[in-house]
């Protein structure tokens, strides 16, 4: 699912999701604005701090995702192990604790809240000469095989 890049959109879509499909894990992808081949690991999202305004014009009441929410919620899936044991050729991947403060990271808290943990958020950077689709859908599989083994050792 496409999600528009707009904050109260984004939530119904995610609560959606959850509500619907009750997956195992969501795996939420966004685009770094950073040029660089660079994919970057998302460990956890926040709660405040949502003052950008988005494509409506608006942003968050008390620039807040969840009134009452945790301050940040940790994924369930541990990022930094993932990132120790991953290596994809021709990309850099870094581990990162702050997932930006706007759409991206508003869609990770959601989905981390509704989701009891059990979310992903991985910043992949916009496509290129070296950074293609068929490269890029690669190594994402990579990765996210990676986070379902992580889910069924913890189902163990």
């Known amino acids: ?19 619907t499909l009750q997956p ?7 685009l770094a604005s950073s040029a660089k081949a660079i994919v970057i690991l998302e460990q956890c999202g926040k709660n405040k701090g949502y003052r950008e305004m988005d494509a409506c014009g608006f942003h968050p009441e008390g620039g807040c995702c969840m009134l009452g929410g945790p301050e940040k919620i940790e994924s369930t899936i541990n990022m930094k192990t993932l990132w120790k044991n991953i290596s994809v050729e021709g990309i850099d991947i ?9 759409i991206c990271d508003y869609t990770y808290y959601t989905s981390l809240y509704y989701g009891n943990g059990r979310a992903a958020f ?12 068929d ?22």
């Open 94 to 102: 870094i581990f990162s604790r702050d997932a930006g403060r706007y």
């Open 1 to 19: 699912t496409q999600l528009p890049v707009v904050y109260q959109k984004a939530k119904e879509q995610v609560f959606k999701i959850w509500t």
């Open 135 to 156: 490269f890029l859908g690669k190594a994402l599989q990579t990765i996210i095989s990676e986070m379902l083994k992580q889910c069924g050792e913890e189902r163990k």
């Open 24 to 30: 195992l894990l969501t795996v939420h992808v966004g």
């Open 122 to 133: 991985i910043h992949v950077p916009p496509l290129s000469k070296s950074v293609t689709a």
